[in-house]
């Protein structure tokens, strides 16, 4: 255990970019090393020092960790967790109350469950703390926040339910060896309109797993192009992977914002993002390339411009720790929007995002959360945006990889772990009622007050809730079965 910390500290100051822009988030992780060796003793379960681990790597802030054990998950909660205001509902497998009559759980092994969710949150990061998902999986890990809380491990565990009311019942379940899923299909009451072909008011629904694939899988490309002609379509973009840019390049080029005499005087934006890699003997000057970010000399005169500027603006503590600037193309600079006599520009287009929209699907939310004719459905995205570094622990055989890069925005703003919210907020691992998500998007739509900024003269501001803001009971009515 000596030996994986002392890695994993050393491949954290050569390799981090998050603990190379504050030196501080290292220290704090030094300083809590102490403790763990003394809790830890002579001897710790290697699934239970991969729960350290991963507690110690949130300090970073950093949206790109990963942390892999290679050996079997922990017992976890026999139920599916579920918010519901400033309460929780425990389910079975089918989502179904575990006890209709007290479908609300208040203690798990007589403590409250707020005490449960304290603990949880030492496992997530700063930037993820909001996620709904994010809650649900780590409070939903038992014998993980038993070690943590110097709890007694057992094969049961006791569940104390309430009807909200007065009424409370207690039941002793088994532990489960893995992680309760709600049900795959999470869009309820979709009609299905794949075998229409011409210009219908149905909705298009998209679900896209892979990126990668977008160039050779034929359908989805006839699929998204009919989208373009239907009143709405939606892709849910939930568990999208993959590094290919051509779904971002196909949303500039069919749902940019319309002109206006006002933005059409303004300068348009040829860049997107700047970026720089963390200065390592192991990284080489293409570094961030196949994050689509090239050099300062591969920019025109106008673009360089622009990147000067930008670069300009950004105030780094540790530039010695850094290497040189790169800057990312904006899609407006080389997609041109399809004129409106081939195509109306009434149409528009909901994303539905969530924690796991990571790399270039975190370039597609954030690129959409300008266009005024998009609007982005689900969680906050975690800021995933850099290139990322990979290591093995020796010992423990823990699989960990960081994040190397750094991004910032044309305002000189840093971008990695800031994330994107969505327009309308919405918890995504929740069954979703469609006439539900087509009303709200619909009000969302009318209620949107587009607003023009020199800041950002090509760029549309678009209503958001704010940090704190929930949708309204409504809302989840009609959104959840």
Known sequence: MHQDLDALINEIKLHSAFAALDQQRLAEIEADIGP????????????????????????????????????????????????????????DEDANPIDPDHPFITHIDGLPLSRWEQASKKFISPHLQESVSERIHWLSQLDILRHSMGLPLNPQVTLSLSDDEDSNIQLTLPVAKHQFQPPRDLIAGKVDSSSDSGITSQPEYISIDSLSHYDSDSEL??????????????????????????????????????????????????????????????????????????????????????????????????????????GRKSPLATELPIDKADRSSSNRLGLIIGPECRRECEWIAYFAKSLSRVTLIGEKTSGDLGRQYGFT?????????????LTYDMQGKLLSSVGTRADIPLPITEVINWQGLLSLIESEQQDRETVYTLKSPDIEAKRTFGVDETPTSESQVALQQ
Not at 56 to 78: A, K
Not at 269 to 286: C, E, P, T, V, W
Not at 395 to 403: C, D, Y
């Open 36 to 91: 763990l060796i003394y809790r830890a003793t002579n001897t710790l379960e290697s699934q239970y020092f991969y729960a350290e681990v991963v507690k110690l790597l949130t300090t970073l802030g950093d949206p790109g960790v990963i942390v892999t054990s290679p050996n079997e998950p922990l017992p976890v909660l026999p139920v599916i967790l579920k918010p519901l205001a400033d309460s929780w509902l425990a389910l």
């Open 221 to 326: 490309v006839a699929r998204l192009e009919k989208g373009t002609r239907q009143a709405l379509t939606i892709i849910d973009l939930r568990k999208a992977v993959g590094d290919s840019d051509k779904l971002l390049h196909f949303i500039a080029r069919h749902y940019a914002n319309p002109k206006t005499g006002y933005n059409q005087l303004l300068t348009p934006q040829h860049l997107i993002a700047l970026g720089q890699y963390r200065r390592s003997l192991d990284f080489k000057s293409n570094f961030l390339r196949p994050l689509g970010f090239i050099p300062f000399d591969e920019f025109n005169v106008f673009e360089q411009l622009e990147f000067s500027h930008a670069n300009q603006t950004i105030d780094l503590t540790n530039p010695e720790r850094f290497g040189l600037w790169y």
């Open 393 to 405: 622990l020796p010992n423990s055989g823990i699989k960990i990889k960081l994040t190397a890069s």
